[in-house]
């Protein structure tokens, strides 16, 4: 059974660093064509992609927030790290990471999300 | 900056049909761009419906297909029930040397 959980601040204040942590079981991101992503919904709002780990330890950030993102796994923990920097009010959103499998094609489970706000 | 669009809402009848559809500003959808499908009802997280353009996962219902239409992606309901009312977000993998992923804006379907 694939579970993924997400955990971190559920507070965080402007210019901070959020870390967020996907914790996962069911599968072995050391597998090839394995991937965990991460994805943002602000309230209310669409969801946005943000970046992409690979069983080869290959990373993929969205252009638009590349110089505020590091990603990052521990194969041997069955977890996957999200860093963003600089947090901004404007960051308030769920955050959910995301199992990939194949040839990047396949979407398929999800953490039930984690909500962060940014206020002082 | 890429930019994926949906129907911003659609309304169907009970036991209806109705197609959703996800353009891509760099032109034609094709297989390559990878369509998932997502549903997402409030308070909850996105449930994946389909990959790949039109492959169903194990829990998808039979009524969700999905396919290429007119240069575009497309998921269509067909014998609507009133669960189905949701949100859906389609995405598409834009690959290269720096692969970026890409969701539409949604789609609020109302059953009605």
């Known amino acids: 059974q694939v579970t993924l959980r997400e955990s971190g601040p559920a507070l965080v204040k402007p210019t901070q660093t959020l870390t967020l942590t996907c914790t996962f079981s069911?599968?072995?991101?050391?597998?090839?064509?394995?991937?965990v992503s991460w994805i943002r919904q602000p309230p209310g709002k669409a969801l946005e992609w943000l970046a992409l780990?690979?069983?080869?330890?290959?990373?993929y950030y969205s252009t638009s927030l590349k110089t505020r993102l590091t990603i990052s796994k521990d194969t041997s923990k069955n977890q996957v790290v999200l860093t963003m920097t600089n947090m901004d009010p404007v960051d308030t959103a769920t955050y959910y990471c995301a199992r990939i499998y194949g040839d990047y094609d396949l979407f398929d489970y999800w953490g039930q999300g984690t909500l962060v706000t940014v206020s002082s | 900056q890429t930019v994926v669009t949906q129907e911003p809402s659609l309304t169907v009848s009970p036991g209806g049909t109705v197609t959703l559809t996800c353009a891509s500003s760099t032109g034609a959808v094709t297989s390559g761009y990878y369509p998932n499908w997502f549903q997402q009802k409030p308070g909850q997280a996105p449930r994946a419906l389909i990959y790949s353009t039109s492959n169903k996962h194990s829990w998808t219902p039979a009524r969700f297909s999905g396919s290429l239409l007119g240069g575009k992606a497309a998921l269509t309901l067909s014998g609507v029930q009133p669960e189905d009312e949701a949100e859906y977000y389609c995405l598409l993998y834009y690959g290269g040397a720096q692969p970026q992923w890409v969701f539409g804006g949604g789609t609020k379907l109302t059953v009605l």
């Open positions: 780990i690979d069983w080869d330890d290959d990373k």
């Open positions: 069911g599968f072995s991101l050391s597998t090839s064509g394995m991937c």
